[in-house]
């Protein structure tokens, strides 16, 4: 069985502000993928980043940066001085064997 | 045009209907997915397809199936509405294992279903 954890249901923050979001997930496998996806008010859901379980190294995009750390099993996620377009609810997902599994969401409210 | 298309956008129906909502999809991806989102349960799975032929039930299959129509197109039906079905649904599909897209999900753009 597989499951994510995101524990933390809603942040607000500030503009400006840096704001981490935390994924913690359990799997048996010793190959799989994590993923972030956003889901911004309209409701879509837009691809963030793919890591495979053998890639330890950690990833800047602009604003967004993932720490993936197997030792601990987690994958976080942390937005750099965020801005009002940040507002959206954040996913991890874990995949294996071509399924993902998806964790609650964390609701993420940037204010100006 | 999007890539993944979900029919309908919206719908309200009541309980003991018969419902079908419809996917297709351009991308010319084997693998299909149907999703229920809820809020604070994020998505889940409800069915699966990796090909054709070839159907799975995901976590929360009970009071659904889906058909396969083509490569191209995956319908979900739910036979007799309840409300707890009341959801956003949404459809995917993903390339096989092995490539630089791997098990990357695309998604449409949701059906919001209402049952009263």
């Known amino acids: 069985a597989q499951k994510v954890t995101q524990a933390q249901t809603e942040i607000s923050v500030v503009e400006k502000e840096d704001v981490t979001l935390d994924c913690v997930y359990e799997?048996?496998?010793?190959?799989?993928?994590l993923f972030w996806y956003k889901q911004p008010p309209s409701g879509e859901l837009v691809f963030l980043i793919r890591?495979?379980?053998?890639?330890?190294q950690n990833e800047i995009s602009g604003r967004y940066s993932w720490n993936f750390q197997k030792s601990t099993s987690s994958f976080n996620f942390t937005i750099t001085a965020s801005q009002v377009v940040d507002s959206a609810v954040y996913f991890c997902a874990l995949s294996e064997q071509g399924k993902l599994q998806f964790g609650a969401g964390t609701q993420v409210v940037v204010t100006p | 045009d999007a890539d993944v298309t979900q029919t309908p956008r919206n719908r309200i129906t009541k309980t003991g209907k018969r419902i079908m909502l419809e996917c297709s999809q351009t991308?010319?991806?084997?693998?299909m997915y149907w999703y229920r989102q809820d809020p604070g349960l994020g998505l889940r799975l409800i069915y699966y397809?990796?090909?054709?032929?070839?159907?799975n039930k995901g976590e929360i299959s009970d009071g659904y199936s889906v058909s396969r129509q083509a490569q191209a197109k995956f319908s979900l039906s739910l036979e007799s509405a309840i409300p707890n079905q009341t959801a956003l649904y949404f459809c995917?599909?993903?390339?096989?294992?092995?490539?630089?897209?791997?098990?990357?999900?695309?998604f449409g753009s949701g059906t919001q279903l209402s049952v009263l």
């Open positions: 991308k010319g991806h084997d693998r």
């Open positions: 995917a599909t993903s390339e096989p294992p092995g490539g630089q897209g791997n098990e990357k999900l695309f």
């Open positions: 397809s990796f090909d054709v032929k070839d159907i």
């Open positions: 799997t048996r496998d010793t190959t799989y993928y």
């Open positions: 890591r495979n379980s053998f890639d330890e």
